[in-house]
């Protein structure tokens, strides 16, 4: 592009509702512009990234033996009230009617319309396992859209569906997506974790599901995770373990007076206890449709609870905190509360907690703490599970490394689905036996816009963006500083010589101080930068080649230049 | 793609639906699904030709200097609303309001969205001329939605836009986009027409519109041509001359009884004329806000009146045939309305007739004629425009080139807009003086999905398909009839030959006959059908090339393979 004749620009103004730095930078840097709330329109210079996403994504689903389609974006109600989504899927889907009264809405994802289309076409187990594939756009209604193309409503998703007639089929297909994800972000120039994630409501316990997260400080996902030990989790269902040392009993259980001291770091201070030598008592309602039940759960003093842990051990069950009233109807004392002499409770102990060893517990009396309970001393039946949020400093289960914490962008997602569609929308194949069966489904996604995104979050400084150079909307910005008529046609020369050898390129000859124009380069952050320098080059007759994301400058002849910017853009 | 393998399949059974050719071979030979009325998915076999179209599209368009974008397909209203077509556009645009009750529609078309974009980024003529396009999904919400692909409610097309300091300017371009669209066509292997259309109420006279029209028996326009003349025209603009001798008088004008002859035809029979010696008496009534006046239309007998013209001579008019409460109103009778004491009535003959010869007219009494009617002898103030239907047989109006008619499909538009959209939107930029100015525009669209459709109903035959080879879903289908393990593994060492030589080959490897096998490939109508039957080369050691159009069929060795089959798709 040659910016004289081109159509890009950059802006100096901050829009007042860009927060985060990518849709800051994706405003300035001309690459999207906002239509409405939520809707943005992809200009020249950003569409490029987002094509160069898809092509990346688009080889790696056909090496992984995908096949491409694209559905309607518009689909029929008809289909999600068949699997009752279109009630639950809330406010997010867009419902509307047309002409003819039908009911209709913008997709915002395609199980209903990939398994309706499924139903039409496979009737056998033996045209199993299927993988499709599509790049499209989809349509979330967000009550408050932001963060750009981070959180839009309209977004470019890609999204894969498998088909399987036994489990053993889809965990082979859903590795094989597994690795071609790892593929996709890698070749994207990306730092990534593929974390456990947690399956939801949906899944059943053997469904596999994975998030491929974007590691950026920015990132609204905690991940836990140990490169050693190759391990990586969601914060939520990381499994990690602590090394503390336990405390030997000193004496009897007794009660001991802690006179207005009702958090842990208080009462520790107060009785001069490391925080891990006392317990944490949190009380908690589980309550299906028939019955309604108190936890109390027992924690080491200065862990905290994972409650997606909590609600694993109560299947079936809503979890909530119980209220102020509910505690004083069980006669507990907030501040106070502990495990001895509980009768009308469940209790629970975190695995953490050392069954053997001597923790200080509330005393279920006013101003009162007991020092010296032991556990496996006091109570009779004891239930254990692995309740406590992991945190950075904790160990991978094998005690062997020491795991940390990463803050994510959640850009893919693969799912193991099950029958649920295919049970519910009747599609049914014939088994090997001939009889009709409900095969089990994979679901893969890629938020191919939020990538884009993501990976400025990931890829940026103060003075702009540093694109990876593979998804870069062009490889080199060839910056002219010239005056003279003989040197802006040396310019015009080299950008031929540029673009001929392959090169995608943006040519600023506009009039404008190298200031100007550099500002502008770092801004847009294309990997390279080749400045052609009137005065330096009557000088030296060398170019210089900077590169964007270490400021480094390389003086380089011309006859060089060319295989000197491909040998660097291999490395960037 | 291995059938055994991948995701493909035909139908024998035509949807009811499905009334043309395109629309019942795209169902059979399962390119596409349908997903509600006017909505359709893409299946992979359709999807790679769409691809390839766009692909094709796409590059051409680059060529001729536009960049590529992409504007969301929900946009808001408020854009709309500022052109006045929130109203206007009537039922086709699908409106709705978003969870904070925002007026939304799926987009129709963009004239809008783009100026919006524009007049945030352009603010001088120094940055004009810019052209800008996009692939993108529309919806127009038809409350009929038929023909599959060719009149879908979701469709997806090209759009771009041009803006302009000057007209000079938009001529220019408009020339380069007229190229880039006979390349784009040409590329694609279509008969097509570049016609003259209408600018319809849109357009100030000197605004340039071009329809490129597949040539289709099925299509639903009518294009006047010449090859020789290098001239077509959609036949509601066409302007063209037919070669009828005159009549000379045969005495005065003269009443003939014509009793109970009240057409054209019947009274020439009686009288032992040639229609074209009479002369067709039509009558309109024109009417604006001040004034509702009768029109009288004088035709040669058998020529038909084209309404479009007839509204030229009368703008800002709305113009409707005279009822016969009118007729009556105006003491007209019927079958008997003729030219002569008519006073009440603008009187308007086609310049295709003679005014100094005689014809056969109304003689505005029942069950009469006139004869020897010349029209210089009795009208006194003659008006004359060009009124008269094209046709199949006329002359160029140089006179030397006959036309012929064709049908057509529309799938590409071009257009001068003028200053609409920019001065609607206020999106002014600063001219040479440094003086506020509305930019012209330019818009230029292609249905990419409609093209597919069209490709076929141009390219099939009785039993199927006949991809033009650029736009095939594969280049080959690669049929293997062969029982023995030895010939089995030798059918699959040559579809690795066929795919590593950089062919897109469907290889049927299915557990099927012959017969079944050709009639699927002839069905999805790849261009050529490569066969290895194992009987035929254990004879010859030969293997077989048929060409799907021609049905020719080649012998060729396995060495010889490649190279044949790349030649005869250069051709195809």
Same mark, same amino acid.
Not at 178 to 186: H, T
Not at 461 to 470: M, V
Not at 504 to 523: I, N, Q, S
């Given at each position: 592009?040659?910016?004289?004749?081109?159509?890009?620009?950059?802006?100096?103004?901050? *829009?007042?509702?860009?927060?985060?730095?990518?849709?800051?930078?994706?405003?300035?840097?001309?690459?999207?512009?906002?239509?409405?709330?939520?809707?943005?329109?992809?200009?020249?210079?950003?569409?490029?990234?987002?094509?160069?996403?898809?092509?990346?994504?688009?080889?790696?689903?056909?090496?992984?033996?995908?096949?491409?389609? /694209?559905?309607?974006?518009?689909?029929?109600?008809?289909?999600?009230?068949?699997?009752?989504?279109?009630? $639950?899927?809330?406010?997010?889907?867009?419902?509307?009617?047309?002409?003819?009264?039908?009911?209709?809405?913008?997709? *915002?994802?395609?199980?209903?319309?990939?398994?309706?289309?499924?139903?039409?076409?496979?009737?056998?187990?033996?045209?199993?396992?299927?993988?499709?594939?599509?790049?499209?756009?989809?349509?979330?209604?967000?009550?408050? *859209?932001?963060?750009?193309?981070?959180?839009?409503?309209?977004?470019?998703?890609?999204?894969?569906?498998?088909?399987?007639?036994?489990?053993?089929?889809?965990?082979?297909?859903?590795?094989?997506?597994?690795?071609?994800?790892?593929?996709?972000?890698?070749?994207?120039?990306?730092?990534?974790?593929?974390?456990? &994630?947690?399956?939801?409501?949906?899944?059943? @316990?053997?469904?596999?599901?994975?998030?491929?997260?974007?590691?950026?400080?920015?990132?609204?996902?905690?991940?836990?995770?140990?490169?050693?030990?190759?391990?990586?989790?969601?914060?939520?269902?990381?499994?990690?373990?602590?090394?503390?040392?336990? &405390? &030997?009993?000193?004496?009897?259980?007794?009660?001991?007076?802690?006179?207005?001291?009702?958090?842990?770091?208080?009462?520790?201070?107060?009785?001069?206890?490391?925080?891990?030598?006392?317990?944490?008592?949190?009380?908690?309602?589980?309550?299906?449709?028939?019955?309604?039940?108190?936890?109390?759960?027992?924690?080491?003093?200065?862990?905290?609870?994972?409650?997606? $842990?909590?609600?694993?051990?109560? *299947?079936?069950?809503?979890?909530?905190?119980?209220?102020?009233?509910?505690?004083?109807?069980?006669?507990?004392?907030?501040?106070?509360?502990?495990?001895?002499?509980?009768?009308?409770?469940?209790?629970?102990?975190?695995?953490?907690?050392?069954?053997?060893?001597?923790?200080?517990?509330?005393?279920?009396?006013?101003?009162?703490? /007991?020092?010296?309970?032991?556990?496996?001393?006091?109570?009779?039946?004891?239930?254990?599970?692995?309740?406590?949020?992991?945190?950075? @400093?904790?160990?991978?289960?094998?005690?062997?490394?020491?795991?940390?914490?990463?803050?994510?962008?959640?850009?893919?997602?693969?799912?193991?689905?099950?029958?649920?569609?295919?049970?519910?929308?009747?599609?049914?194949?014939?088994?090997?036996?001939?009889?009709?069966?409900?095969?089990?489904?994979?679901?893969?996604?890629? @938020?191919?816009?939020?990538?884009?995104?993501?990976?400025?979050?990931?890829?940026?400084?103060?003075?702009?963006?540093?694109?990876?150079?593979?998804?870069?909307?062009?490889?080199?910005?060839?910056? &002219?500083?010239?005056?003279?008529?003989?040197?802006?046609?040396?310019?015009?020369?080299?950008?031929?010589?540029?673009?001929?050898?392959?090169?995608?390129?943006?040519?600023?000859?506009?009039?404008?101080?190298?200031?100007?124009?550099?500002?502008?380069?770092? /801004?847009?952050?294309?990997?390279?930068?080749?400045?052609?320098?009137?005065?330096?080059?009557?000088?030296?007759?060398?170019?210089?080649?900077?590169?964007?994301?270490?400021?480094?400058?390389?003086?380089?002849?011309?006859?060089? /230049?060319?295989?000197?910017?491909?040998?660097?853009?291999?490395?960037?």
């Amino acid at each position: 592009m040659i910016l004289s004749k081109g159509f890009w620009q950059t802006y100096k103004e901050v *829009p007042a509702d860009a927060t985060i730095a990518s849709h800051q930078l994706m405003m300035r840097a001309g690459l999207i512009h906002k239509s409405a709330a939520g809707l943005y329109n992809y200009l020249p210079m950003g569409y490029r990234s987002i094509r160069k996403v898809e092509q990346i994504v688009r080889e790696e689903m056909d090496k992984a033996g995908c096949y491409e389609m /694209l559905m309607s974006v518009v689909t029929p109600g008809e289909l999600w009230q068949e699997t009752g989504r279109w009630e $639950k899927m809330g406010g997010e889907m867009l419902k509307f009617k047309d002409k003819a009264d039908r009911d209709l809405c913008i997709s *915002p994802t395609n199980e209903e319309a990939i398994t309706d289309v499924f139903r039409k076409t496979i009737k056998s187990y033996k045209d199993l396992p299927l993988s499709l594939y599509q790049i499209n756009t989809k349509f979330r209604d967000e009550i408050r *859209p932001r963060f750009g193309l981070m959180r839009g409503r309209e977004f470019i998703m890609k999204d894969a569906y498998t088909f399987h007639a036994t489990k053993e089929c889809l965990d082979e297909v859903y590795d094989r997506m597994y690795e071609a994800y790892e593929n996709v972000f890698n070749r994207l120039g990306l730092e990534f974790s593929a974390v456990v &994630a947690d399956g939801g409501a949906m899944a059943d @316990g053997d469904a596999k599901t994975h998030e491929f997260q974007v590691i950026a400080d920015s990132g609204e996902d905690a991940i836990i995770y140990s490169n050693e030990a190759n391990y990586a989790a969601n914060i939520e269902t990381a499994k990690t373990i602590r090394k503390v040392e336990s &405390a &030997a009993k000193t004496g009897s259980m007794a009660e001991v007076s802690t006179p207005g001291k009702a958090t842990i770091k208080e009462v520790c201070e107060f009785l001069k206890k490391n925080e891990f030598h006392s317990l944490k008592s949190l009380v908690y309602k589980a309550r299906n449709d028939e019955e309604e039940k108190f936890i109390l759960v027992l924690l080491l003093g200065d862990d905290e609870l994972n409650e997606l $842990k909590l609600e694993k051990v109560y *299947p079936g069950y809503e979890v909530t905190t119980a209220t102020d009233t509910e505690l004083k109807a069980l006669g507990l004392i907030k501040g106070f509360i502990g495990p001895v002499e509980i009768s009308n409770l469940d209790i629970v102990f975190d695995t953490q907690v050392d069954l053997n060893a001597a923790y200080v517990v509330g005393a279920n009396k006013l101003d009162m703490h /007991l020092e010296n309970f032991v556990p496996k001393e006091v109570i009779k039946q004891i239930k254990t599970a692995d309740l406590r949020l992991a945190c950075s @400093g904790d160990y991978t289960v094998d005690g062997k490394h020491q795991v940390e914490l990463k803050r994510g962008i959640e850009v893919g997602h693969i799912f193991q689905l099950g029958d649920k569609y295919t049970k519910g929308m009747d599609a049914t194949i014939l088994d090997q036996n001939g009889k009709a069966m409900a095969p089990l489904m994979g679901c893969y996604g890629i @938020g191919v816009t939020r990538l884009v995104a993501a990976a400025i979050e990931q890829n940026h400084d103060e003075n702009g963006i540093i694109w990876p150079a593979a998804i870069a909307p062009y490889n080199v910005s060839f910056v &002219a500083i010239v005056k003279s008529e003989e040197y802006k046609e040396k310019a015009n020369e080299l950008y031929k010589t540029l673009i001929n050898s392959g090169l995608e390129v943006v040519y600023d000859d506009r009039k404008a101080g190298p200031g100007f124009k550099f500002k502008d380069a770092d /801004l847009l952050g294309l990997p390279l930068q080749v400045v052609l320098g009137e005065r330096d080059h009557k000088e030296d007759g060398m170019l210089e080649i900077r590169i964007r994301r270490s400021g480094e400058k390389i003086k380089v002849s011309q006859e060089d /230049l060319i295989s000197k910017v491909n040998e660097l853009l291999k490395e960037l």
